[in-house]
């Protein structure tokens, strides 16, 4: 049975291009960047290149890109360097409620350690209040982090505009790029950002990497110690296999992101038309258009979620319910409860998230099997259609 992968917000397949490019650096090149022999200066000049090629795609400069562990270790180290360097100014941050958990429990640890964090609310398509945003900064404001497309609805949030909002009053900018690098353009100095966390394994990258992007002037306290590396900011030998292809796949990134997201966005249109064409009661969650090219999440009224999930699972389609990452937790969406979706509506939720390899033929094949699925479990469901 050949598989359809629909869960690219998890995680991606590494690119052939991104792994023949890794493979050199386990056993030829191995050395240690830091070493003055030859072996070093091989993989040091290998850490120099893929640095230049991160910051390339997201138009920044080499000295300003921090190679991380990824996303999760981007979020933390950005926002608690940030908040420690910062609290004798003040010890107020701003966030959203539907960040990803990396940066909703960071937050909420430092609200342990006495900082006070405002969470602004989103609207029923899950886009920040910015009315409310405005009106929450403070004199002691240190630090606003909001993530820049979300996770699980796709929506994406106006950085920029919160760029301008607060330029020139001294609070740091952080957002979360995990999403959108890949799908929509990211670019530092548009957005006006001063730190951008990236993670590889979304983009068709290895797991286990990333990058911290820190503006030039812009400082923040190591949350880890040890050596020197990475500016002393994060300290450890450098996984070089994995940051030469994380560069790899950023390259990839920069040279068909176009046409990649001119075609998930294709795909992504198609798809919605036609399960609201074929599957009655059905609710798109998120923006019509601030979203994501690759993002359909979608409710299925009178169904729950995981059953459907297991149907086209045993059919060979990999989807998700609400978010990946709150699937072992077995709670309810933070994301679906914020844009004040009902429970039947939240239960009934499924995460299809398109790929630069899925094909048209993919798509309708996963819709078919979808309205079968959704028919099957109206059938048993206690609910009426009439009710
Ligand atoms: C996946 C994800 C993360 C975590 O990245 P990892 O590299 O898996 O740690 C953080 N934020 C968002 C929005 C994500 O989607």
Same mark, same amino acid.
């Not at 290998?46 to 640095?51: E, I, N």
């Not at 933390?76 to 701003?94: Q, V």
């Not at 979620?305 to 699972?313: P, T």
């Not at 790929?355 to 699925?373: C, S």
């Given at each position: 049975?050949?598989?359809?992968?629909?869960?690219?917000?998890?995680?991606?397949?590494?690119?052939?291009?991104?792994?023949?490019?890794? %493979?050199?650096?386990?056993?030829?090149?191995?050395?240690?960047?830091?070493?003055?022999?030859?072996?070093?200066?091989?993989?040091?000049?290998?850490?120099?290149?893929?640095?230049?090629?991160?910051?390339?795609?997201? @138009?920044?400069?080499?000295?300003?890109?921090?190679?991380?562990?990824?996303?999760?270790?981007?979020?933390?180290?950005?926002?608690?360097?940030?908040?420690?360097?910062?609290?004798?100014? @003040?010890?107020?941050?701003?966030?959203?409620?539907?960040?990803?958990?990396?940066?909703?429990?960071?937050?909420? =640890?430092?609200?342990?350690?006495?900082?006070?964090?405002?969470?602004?609310?989103?609207?029923?398509?899950?886009?920040?209040?910015?009315?409310?945003?405005?009106?929450?900064?403070?004199?002691?404001?240190?630090?606003?982090?909001?993530?820049?497309?979300?996770?699980?609805?796709?929506?994406?949030?106006?950085?920029?505009?919160?760029?301008?909002?607060?330029? #020139?009053?001294?609070?740091?900018?952080?957002?979360?790029?995990?999403?959108?690098?890949?799908?929509?353009?990211?670019?530092?100095?548009? %957005?006006?950002?001063?730190?951008?966390?990236?993670?590889?394994?979304?983009?068709?990258?290895?797991?286990?990497?990333?990058?911290?992007?820190?503006?030039?002037?812009?400082?923040?306290?190591?949350?880890? =110690?040890?050596?020197?590396?990475?500016?002393?900011?994060?300290? #450890?030998?450098?996984?070089? /296999?994995?940051?030469?292809?994380?560069?790899?796949?950023?390259?990839?990134?920069?040279?068909?992101?176009?046409?990649?997201?001119?075609?998930?966005?294709?795909?992504?249109?198609?798809?919605?038309?036609?399960?609201?064409?074929?599957? /009655?009661?059905?609710?798109?969650?998120?923006?019509?258009?601030?979203?994501?090219?690759?993002?359909?999440?979608?409710?299925?009224?009178? $169904?729950? #979620?995981?059953?459907?999930?297991?149907?086209?699972?045993?059919? @060979?389609?990999? $989807?998700?319910?609400?978010?990946?990452?709150?699937?072992?937790?077995?709670?309810?969406?933070?994301?679906?409860?914020?844009?004040?979706?009902?429970?039947?509506?939240?239960?009934?939720?499924?995460?299809?998230?398109?790929?630069?390899?899925?094909?048209?033929?993919?798509?309708?094949?996963?819709? #078919?099997? %979808?309205?079968?699925?959704?028919?099957?479990?109206?059938?048993?469901?206690?609910?009426?259609?009439?009710?």
């Amino acid at each position: 049975m050949k598989r359809i992968y629909l869960d690219h917000s998890a995680t991606t397949r590494v690119d052939t291009r991104v792994l023949e490019s890794m %493979l050199p650096y386990f056993n030829e090149m191995f050395g240690n960047a830091s070493s003055l022999h030859s072996f070093g200066q091989e993989a040091a000049v290998a850490l120099s290149f893929s640095r230049e090629q991160v910051a390339a795609t997201i @138009g920044a400069e080499p000295q300003e890109i921090i190679f991380t562990s990824g996303g999760t270790e981007s979020d933390n180290m950005a926002i608690k360097g940030a908040a420690y360097i910062s609290s004798s100014r @003040g010890k107020h941050i701003i966030s959203s409620v539907i960040e990803h958990p990396a940066v909703l429990h960071t937050c909420r =640890q430092l609200e342990k350690e006495g900082f006070e964090v405002t969470y602004v609310p989103v609207d029923n398509e899950g886009i920040l209040d910015m009315q409310f945003l405005e009106d929450s900064i403070r004199e002691d404001t240190i630090l606003i982090s909001i993530m820049h497309a979300n996770n699980e609805i796709g929506t994406v949030q106006p950085i920029k505009e919160i760029s301008e909002l607060i330029r #020139g009053r001294g609070i740091i900018l952080h957002t979360d790029a995990v999403q959108s690098v890949g799908k929509i353009p990211v670019d530092v100095n548009e %957005l006006g950002v001063d730190m951008l966390s990236i993670s590889s394994h979304k983009i068709h990258g290895p797991k286990g990497v990333g990058a911290l992007y820190l503006r030039n002037g812009v400082n923040i306290v190591p949350i880890v =110690q040890g050596g020197g590396h990475e500016r002393g900011l994060r300290p #450890g030998t450098e996984n070089i /296999p994995g940051i030469v292809g994380f560069a790899k796949a950023m390259t990839i990134v920069r040279e068909q992101l176009e046409t990649d997201s001119r075609n998930m966005q294709y795909l992504r249109d198609h798809m919605i038309k036609k399960i609201r064409s074929k599957i /009655p009661y059905t609710k798109l969650n998120g923006h019509e258009n601030k979203r994501l090219p690759n993002n359909v999440n979608m409710s299925f009224r009178y $169904v729950e #979620g995981e059953s459907l999930l297991m149907l086209l699972d045993m059919k @060979g389609v990999a $989807v998700s319910t609400g978010s990946a990452c709150s699937s072992k937790s077995q709670k309810v969406s933070h994301v679906l409860t914020s844009i004040g979706l009902g429970a039947d509506y939240i239960h009934g939720s499924l995460r299809f998230t398109l790929g630069r390899e899925n094909t048209m033929k993919e798509i309708d094949l996963t819709v #078919g099997l %979808l309205e079968e699925a959704v028919m099957k479990l109206r059938l048993m469901s206690p609910f009426g259609e009439e009710e």
